[in-house]
């Protein structure tokens, strides 16, 4: 094993930990003061839940050996095996921290679908839904794209999450809004975010921690892990101002939010191509995720659905914008796409895409369906007046 290569990871999951706390900020600040800790407390406490679900099972059914390129065994259940010694999947780290930084994944994933939501889900209900979500979706995607699973095997490129995380996400999203239906108000009130400085402190430290999103997945302090690095910021660099340029465009003004939406959406769009393509094309990437997202989020309104924080807009158009440009822009880590000589490259990208689409919307659509008939998911008109956090929690976050 290599002590650098041991740090480094360690250090990585720490920063994707990091996001998940970041994401309940970027989330938190967007939503009225009413909700902003109902918002929070359905990022943060999945640092709980989801952790436990990983130990316990989750990371097996992720990561244990492949049974028919659907799922991994139980042979690490409750983590049995998995211990200081290198793994199945790094010959320089050990087992537990390659455990340790999936699990940070698993965590933010779920969180990331509570966008689409807010402001109107019971905490209950979410919960359910989550630990169902984790064990029925999340742990086939990882296994199947990351555990040597088919998509693996048919050579579908995602190296950090366009697939696993995010469209994965976002299909899941999308799955809310058709059960939950909209917010009440959706159409005749404002819903203003409250707090766009706590917004775009959260978007600073999602921007941070994907440095150990990316980078990390290298598994090695490495040129690759480099590589991931450079990527990752400059993407994200250029979707900011691809963004707040489409702003000016479609309404005149800049605004900070959209500055805030817009790194994000590069940070996604580049997530499944940050090991596999350099800078410029990686600049690319990002301009395509800015410009692409703002128009996905434009959409939302003429479709009609009420995706509370755009999480379909971004994670979805961007992480599947980010994979089909990995089939495009590919070049280095032993891949090659369509530019570099090899188009199946892009039907592969295309294929996976697809599946993980169908796949997590309709599976989510059934979960959605299942925890509603039977523990319930929508808070009622009078608990939305009175706001989540009091009708929730019984707090609230300001005092008058």
């Known amino acids: 094993m290599n002590a650098a290569d041991t740090a480094f990871v360690l250090i990585s999951a720490a920063l994707v930990m990091f996001m998940t706390p970041g994401l309940a900020l970027f989330y938190g600040g967007m939503v009225r003061s009413k909700n902003v800790l109902a918002t929070i407390m359905q990022s943060f406490i999945l640092l709980g839940l989801v952790s436990i679900i990983w130990a316990v099972c989750g990371y097996s059914l992720a990561f244990g050996t492949d049974q028919g390129g659907i799922i991994g065994s139980l042979e690490y259940l409750f983590l049995n095996g998995v211990g200081m010694e290198a793994g199945p999947f790094s010959e320089t780290i050990p087992h537990l921290a390659f455990m340790i930084f999936q699990c940070m994944f698993a965590v933010i994933t779920p969180a990331l679908i509570t966008g689409a939501f807010a402001e109107r889900m019971k905490f209950g209900g979410f919960l359910v839904f989550t630990t169902l979500w984790i064990l029925v979706v999340y742990a086939p995607m990882a296994h199947w794209v990351w555990g040597k699973g088919w998509m693996a095997e048919m050579g579908a490129l995602d190296f950090a999450g366009g697939a696993v995380v995010h469209m994965s996400s976002a299909a899941a999203a999308l799955a809310a809004t058709v059960v939950m239906g909209k917010r009440k108000g959706h159409g005749s009130t404002a819903f203003i975010p409250h707090n766009l400085p706590m917004t775009v402190l959260g978007a600073g430290i999602l921007w941070f921690g994907w440095f ?53 959406a590069g940070l996604v769009a ?21 410009v692409f997202c703002f128009l996905g989020v434009l959409l939302k309104g003429k479709l009609g659905y009420d995706d509370s924080l755009d999480v379909v807009g971004v994670h979805g158009v961007g992480g599947t914008w980010g994979a089909i440009a990995t089939g495009l822009f590919a070049s280095i880590n032993k891949t090659t796409g369509l530019f570099y000589g090899n188009p199946s490259q892009l039907w592969i990208q295309l294929a996976s895409v697809a599946a993980t689409w169908a796949f997590c919307f309709i599976a989510s659509l059934i979960l959605f369906k299942l925890v509603d008939a039977t523990v319930g998911l929508r808070a009622n008109a009078e608990e939305q007046d009175r706001g989540m956090d009091l009708s929730e929690h019984n707090e609230t976050a300001y005092q008058a």
Do not use: C, Q, R
């Open 270 to 290: 580049i997530t499944p191509a940050a090991g596999y393509v350099t800078v410029m094309p990686a600049i690319i990437i990002g301009l395509g995720g800015g």
């Open 212 to 264: 150990g999103f990316n980078a990390g997945s290298a598994l090695a302090a490495d040129g690759f892990a480099a590589n991931a690095f450079v990527t990752t910021h400059m993407a994200a660099a250029a979707a900011a101002l691809a963004w707040i340029l489409m702003e000016k465009l479609h309404s005149g003004k800049a605004t900070t939010l959209g500055a805030a939406s817009g790194a994000v």
